[in-house]
């Protein structure tokens, strides 16, 4: 069952911010160990990496294909904006800019060297991070709750 899936993942994101929370909660000044830096940024590569994967199942449920190509992180992620087959937008657009952050540091995460990564690029996307998942959750949780009627 989708929605079996979309579940597992809101409970995995959940426990993934659960347990950042202390190093996430270091995030206030402007130096940080090199520790609370990888905790970081891995906790937004997961984090992101979670929201493709409800993205995908919830492309399954209004009967699109997951996009292919080159460029398919970011045809997925415009996808929940309404840019789909149907114009369903399912994501609200107003953390459009913040959920882009993001997809943009997953990217980077995942191309370069963990000494490398800079905590201003970091801290403001894990200061917001909370905040972005409840948006995100209930926005989710809407739609899935509207499909059944």
């Known amino acids: 069952m989708i929605n079996t899936k979309i579940s597992e993942e809101i409970s995995a994101i ?3 911010l659960h347990e950042t929370k202390p190093f996430r909660q270091q995030n206030g000044s402007d130096e940080v160990s090199f520790c609370v830096k990888i905790v970081s940024a891995n906790t937004i590569h997961s984090f992101y990496n979670g929201l493709e994967l409800i993205f995908i199942e919830l492309l399954s449920i209004i009967d699109e294909s ?3 190509g080159s460029h398919w992180h970011k045809k997925l992620f ?4 309404g840019y789909n087959s149907r114009n369903i937008v ?3 657009t107003d953390i459009k800019k913040q959920l882009y952050e993001c997809l943009i540091f997953r990217h980077l995460f995942r191309n370069i060297y963990c000494n490398k990564l800079d905590w201003n690029r970091i801290k403001p996307i894990i200061h917001n991070l909370d905040e972005v998942w409840n948006m995100i959750k209930f926005d989710i949780e809407t739609f899935i709750n509207l499909d059944k009627i």
């Open 14 to 16: 959940n426990d993934l």
């Open 90 to 92: 399912l994501i609200r």
């Open 78 to 81: 415009d996808s929940m904006f």
């Open 66 to 68: 997951k996009p292919s």
